[in-house]
Structures are given as structure tokens and as C-alpha cells.
């Protein structure tokens, strides 16, 4: 019987999809995972750095997600580590991601893998495209956010 628990620790994200993209609203969708792949994820072999997910035919999938062999595996090893690989949505999240993806800049974004119930989850969210000046202006926001944490910090320091 497998173990029922609810650890949803990230085993990979995409750190780069909040830098690049404003997510606006996310899923959690399942992973349909071959042979030994479910193991390596478990291992966090798994980079979804530069992956992308799409819809065809009311399906949706996930593109160039590299899930690494498993070491130990055996004949039942996938031999393609960036395969295409089916996602499990409910058909109205599906044609709910269809219509918002279709507007000018939106783009469906893999977020993060983890383990949830003992099934490999990914989440996905729903991204506009940020353009350069936006990323500036999030980097100048964080950098002065950093500086008044130090500052607060300091001053904490001196009142001890």
C-alpha cells in the first residue's frame, strides 16, 4: 500500500520563470511518467529550466523537461530524457488555459515538481511576458528591499 503523505518539498523549479514572466494564476497538474522516471524525480534528476507546456487535441503537454536515468534502472529506462510528456488537467482547466494562453504575450510556464500523495505534481502557471525595462524595475525593487532589510537589521544591532 503506498504511503499516503503530503510532502510537497520542490524537487526542481523555475527560478527563471518569475524573472522573465508576471504569473498570474496557477495549476497543479499531474505528470504521466515512464519505467523509472518517477524515481529519478524523486531524486531531483529533474530540470524544468527551459520547459514549456502546450495544448493540442484538448490535451496538454510538457516540452523539454530533462528527467535524468535512473542510475540503477534497467531495460525499462526511457531513452529520451526530454521527451514530450502528458500532463493530467481537468478538461474545463484545459479549456480555461486554451483561451487565456491564446491572448498576445500569455504563455502556459512549469513552475515547479514535487511529490504530492506519492504522485509527481507539476506546477504550472500562467505567464505574460515581462519586457526588459519590467525586469529592471523588479530588480531595482528588490535590490532597495534587500537594502532597507540591512539597514533595519543594523539598526537592531546598535539599539542591543
Known sequence: ?????????????????????YIEDTYEAGIVLTGTEIKSVRNSRANISDAFATIRNG?????????????????H??????????????????????????????TIVPLKIYIRNGYAKLLIGLGKGKKN??????????????D??????EKQKVAR
Do not use: C, W
Open 59 to 75: 490535451e496538454m503537454f510538457v516540452h523539454n523537461m530533462h528527467i535524468s536515468a535512473f542510475e540503477q534502472g534497467n531495460r
Open 133 to 146: 525595462y519590467d525586469k529592471r524595475d523588479t530588480a531595482a525593487k528588490r535590490d532597495a528591499q534587500r
Open 77 to 106: 529506462n526511457p531513452t529520451d530524457p526530454t521527451r514530450t510528456r502528458k500532463l493530467l488537467l481537468h478538461k474545463v482547466q484545459i479549456h480555461k488555459l486554451l483561451g487565456l494562453s491564446k491572448q498576445e504575450g500569455y
Open 1 to 21: 500500500m503506498a504511503k499516503q503523505t503530503n510532502d510537497s518539498k520542490p524537487l526542481a523549479q523555475n527560478k527563471k520563470a518569475s524573472h522573465d514572466y
Open 148 to 153: 532597507i532589510q540591512r539597514a533595519l537589521r
